[in-house]
């Protein structure tokens, strides 16, 4: 005697559809919109659950001001007639040394460091994607990349989010700092 399957697996697939179209309202917003133009009750019932968004700044130099967009104060808040912008206080220039620069003396005063550095040869970099990497990336020669430290006749350079130790002979360093070879 054959039992009859439940009639509720018919609502499976029409189910997960559902759920898929759900969470997809939920982490795409382009969706989300074209989804609240066409079906107003999504809007009310779905719109709670939508995670804020998340800035990242891209680009924004360690220490720059990051600046902020306000599309409107807030009740509480006076409104603001007129913005005066801050500027920075002006960054004393780095004294020259007196004799001819060495790579430790250099390597020391951080002020002398150039903030990039161009590669003469082709150089793999660990290709990161939101803080983990994924694979790696092959800098060109002539590619310019963000010089983070100076060790031991190596350089630790930053290339799309990825960082490698390179040579100072493969890279432009000398030629823009003017160290001498003692």
């Avoid at 509720?8 to 917003?29: E, R």
């Avoid at 719109?47 to 924004?60: E, I, L």
């Avoid at 994607?129 to 430290?149: D, F, M, Q, W």
């Amino acid at each position: 005697m054959r039992k009859s399957p439940n009639k509720l697996w018919a609502f499976g697939p029409f189910i997960s559809i559902f759920l898929i179209a759900v969470a997809y309202y939920l982490k795409v917003p382009a969706f989300r919109d074209a989804v609240n133009t066409r079906i107003p009750w999504a809007k009310e019932h779905l719109s709670r659950f939508v995670p804020p968004p998340v800035v990242v700044m891209v680009g924004v130099p360690h220490g720059a001001p990051i600046p902020l967009a306000t599309a409107e104060p807030l009740p509480s808040q006076p409104a603001v007639a007129e913005v005066v912008p801050q500027t920075p206080p002006p960054i004393p220039s780095p004294k020259a040394p007196d004799g001819p620069l060495t790579l430790q003396g250099f390597a020391a005063n951080r002020s002398l460091w150039p903030k990039t550095v161009k590669l003469r040869c082709a150089i793999e970099f660990p290709a990161v994607l939101n803080g983990k990497v994924i694979g790696k990336i092959k800098a060109p020669a002539g590619a310019e990349t963000r010089l983070v430290i100076v060790k031991d006749q190596q350089l630790g350079l930053e290339f799309r989010g990825g960082g490698a130790w390179v040579p100072i002979s493969e890279t432009d360093l000398m030629e823009k700092a003017k160290i001498s070879s003692r």
